[in-house]
């Protein structure tokens, strides 16, 4: 039962263009949301995150969207660049049980 | 700043073998985990600690084992290595303040 869902394995967009990350949730309880990115053979690197609380977070060229009753967040890279290249993974946490729950992850290609 | 710090990067076992990977983090962070990430799939907890001399299960823990005598190191116990442990081994690292783990570069592990 995967309690964070990212529906698609890869996307592919121009460099200059949007780049947008779909993750979906099951379990109500989450309150704490994450985006890692991971480039091959190297461990994932923290990106950005969002509380419950929150609906939007900013931080330079990434978003994160979170829409609550949908149990849905989006991550949106703008302008995508071709080092944003990597496997973005979403992560979902609840404040009574630290443990991380992973999407399967999304396999981002930024053309030149 | 070393951050996160797993040895080795590559290792190849034999079925039956046993091995230890190693895990040290330089940040005096309480909470570790250690996951496998399988081909095209996300990330699994093996085991997690949050704190020295507490461990726990996390959703794959048959055939591995852990301990964690120093806030510093958590190593991963292989004992008799089978062909299904055939992943790359992350480990990683949380402070008490906050979400967010750091991760290390990860352990390559191939069982023939």
């Known amino acids: 039962d995967q309690q964070v869902k990212q529906n698609s394995p890869s996307l592919s967009v121009q460099e200059g263009r949007i780049s947008i990350l779909n993750c979906d949730y099951t379990?109500?309880?989450?309150?704490?949301f994450l985006w890692y990115k991971k480039y091959p053979a190297e461990g994932p690197t923290f990106l950005i995150s969002?509380?419950?609380i929150k609906d939007k977070n900013e931080d330079g060229r990434f978003t994160v969207f979170l829409n609550k009753s949908a149990k849905h967040l989006s991550l949106h890279i703008v302008p995508s660049q071709p080092g944003d290249s990597a496997v973005y993974f979403c992560?979902?946490?609840?404040?009574?049980?630290?443990?991380?729950?992973w999407g399967l992850g999304t396999s981002l290609a930024v053309n030149p | 700043n070393a951050g996160v710090t797993q040895t080795p990067k590559f290792r190849i076992l034999k079925i039956g073998q046993s091995m230890t990977l190693q895990c040290a983090q330089d940040m005096n962070h309480n909470y570790m985990y250690w996951y496998r990430q399988d081909p095209g799939m996300g990330l699994k907890l093996i085991y997690y600690?949050?704190?020295?001399?507490?461990?726990d299960k996390g959703e794959v823990p048959n055939g591995y084992n852990v301990s964690r005598s120093t806030t510093e190191d958590f190593p991963l116990r292989l004992e008799l290595a089978a062909p299904s442990q055939t992943s790359v081994y992350f480990c990683a690292s949380e402070g008490a303040g906050g979400y967010g783990y750091t991760f290390g570069s990860g352990t390559r592990l191939t069982v023939v």
């Open positions: 992560a979902a946490s609840s404040f009574h049980n630290r443990k991380l729950i």
């Open positions: 379990n109500s309880m989450f309150d704490y």
């Open positions: 969002i509380s419950s």
């Open positions: 600690s949050v704190g020295a001399g507490i461990t």
